[in-house]
Nanobody
Framework: QVQLVESGGGLVQVGGSLRLSCRAS????????MAWIRQAPGKEREAVAA????????LYADSVKGRFTISRDNAKDTVELQMNSLKPEDTAVYYC????????????????WGQGTQVTVAS
C-alpha cells in the first residue's frame, strides 16, 4: 500500500491562504481515492474534501465549500488542498488519507493515513 507524507501547514492570519500537499510513495497511488481529514482538539475527525481516483469527482464538506479546493496529480503521486479565506475554526491537524475504493466524506472509511500537519488560523 502507499505511504503518505503531508507538508505545507503553518500559522496564517484570518482570511489568509495555505496550500497543503501530500506525497505518496509505494505502489498504485492512482488506485486510491484520497481525502483531507482534519481534527481539532476535543472534536471529531472531519473529512473536509475528497477526490476520486482519477480526479473526476470532488466532494466537499459544507464547512469548507467555496473556500477549499482539492486536486491530485497521479503522474506526481500528489494530492493537494488549497485553502482560502481561512477562519479560526479551520484550525486543526490536517491529515491526508486514502482508500482503495470510492471517494467519501466518511473519515472512518479511510485506511491509509499520513502523519498530519498543523494548520493554525490566528484571529
Amino acid at each position: 500500500q502507499v505511504q503518505l507524507v503531508e507538508s505545507g501547514g503553518g500559522l496564517v492570519q484570518v482570511g489568509g491562504s495555505l496550500r497543503l500537499s501530500c506525497r505518496a510513495s509505494g505502489r498504485s497511488f492512482s488506485s486510491y481515492a484520497m481525502a483531507w481529514i482534519r481534527q481539532a482538539p476535543g472534536k471529531e475527525r472531519e473529512a473536509v474534501a475528497a477526490i476520486s481516483r482519477i480526479g473526476g469527482t470532488r466532494l466537499y464538506a459544507d464547512s469548507v465549500k467555496g473556500r477549499f479546493t482539492i486536486s491530485r496529480d497521479n503522474a506526481k503521486d500528489t494530492v493537494e488542498l488549497q485553502m482560502n479565506s481561512l477562519k479560526p475554526e479551520d484550525t486543526a491537524v490536517y491529515y491526508c488519507a486514502g482508500r482503495r475504493s470510492a471517494e467519501t466524506l466518511k473519515a472512518a472509511f479511510y485506511d491509509v493515513w499520513g502523519q498530519g500537519t498543523q494548520v493554525t488560523v490566528a484571529s
